[in-house]
């Protein structure tokens, strides 16, 4: 009788070819993207760095780095407008389309930021580190000021932790003078 072999598999598994891309080049953040949309497998058990960058780098193939970096920023933006309470419907389901499943985005995440301590960042993804944008209508409407209700003790306009305030400001600087900003 014939024995059965079984192999654990190690790497990408899809037969999409894994790029050649360094990963020190990727910021964290893309790092665990390209580890969710890649063949990772969901177990928690130990692998080694060599086999997640081997994940990574089939992401960076099957997303494309432009796109990748994307939705990198895309996912930093919905992190830091949840962390205040400002994400929109939009932006809140546009999210949950593109990772439903919570559990392998956080393990994505665990494992890139572990990969970090391996393989460090390079100057330009320790650059792009905070890069922040929005799948859908941010609060404030790209300008990067949130109108507040006026209140007699309260800010005129919070800051959006996502888009630049200061062009904002700068153009309409003689309407906000005297505004008290608070940042979110």
Request: glycine share 10%; proline share 6%.
């Amino acid at each position: 009788m014939p024995g059965i072999t079984v192999e654990r598999a190690t790497g990408p598994t899809s037969g999409v070819p894994a790029v050649p891309v360094a990963i020190e080049s990727l910021t964290t953040a893309e790092r665990r993207v390209a580890l969710y949309v890649s063949d990772m497998p969901g177990q928690r058990r130990y692998r080694s760095s060599e086999e997640y960058a081997g994940w990574v780098r089939q992401g960076v193939a099957l997303l494309g780095v432009e796109e990748l970096r994307r939705r990198a920023a895309c996912l930093r933006g919905y992190e830091v407008l949840t962390t205040a309470g400002l994400a929109s419907a939009e932006v809140r389901e546009r999210h949950a389309v593109r990772y439903p499943k919570a559990g392998r985005l956080e393990w994505a995440a665990r494992v890139a930021a572990n990969l970090s301590t391996v393989f460090g960042l390079d100057a330009d993804a320790a650059a792009r580190t905070g890069s922040t944008a929005t799948d859908g209508r941010c609060a404030c409407g790209g300008t990067g000021l949130i109108a507040c209700p006026p209140l007699p003790e309260g800010p005129d306009h919070l800051i959006c932790p996502v888009h630049d305030h200061r062009s904002a400001l700068a153009a309409d600087s003689r309407r906000l003078a005297g505004a008290k900003l608070v940042t979110a």
